[in-house]
Structures are given as structure tokens and as C-alpha cells.
């Protein structure tokens, strides 16, 4: 989800740097959301114990 929200975000500042207002805001808006979703399960899988099989 991390990796996705940085994506994201990049082609959010490059359409920003390039004028395109409409496409940049929609991309930072999902941007946030896949953060704030990325976050939440990570702080999920911390509390619960789950996490990857070592």
C-alpha cells in the first residue's frame, strides 16, 4: 500500500509541475488514502501479531 501511495504521489508532483490541477489533486487524494489504509494495516498486523512467516 506504501509503495502505491508513493507512486501516487509522484505522479501527483510531476502533473502539479505540469499544470494538470485536476489530475495532480485526484492523485494526492489517493495518494493519502492508500497511506492512511496502508497505515492502519500495518498497525493492525503489529497489534494482532501477524506478520510475515520467518
Do not use: C, D, E, Q
Not at 502505491?4 to 489517493?30: D, P, Q, R
Amino acid at each position: 500500500m506504501i509503495y502505491w501511495a508513493l507512486i501516487f504521489l509522484i505522479v501527483a508532483i510531476v502533473a502539479g509541475v505540469l499544470g494538470f490541477s485536476g489530475i495532480a489533486g485526484a492523485a494526492t487524494n489517493i495518494a493519502w488514502i492508500l497511506f492512511v489504509v496502508g497505515i492502519v494495516l500495518a498497525l493492525i498486523f503489529l497489534v494482532t501479531g501477524r506478520g510475515p512467516k520467518v
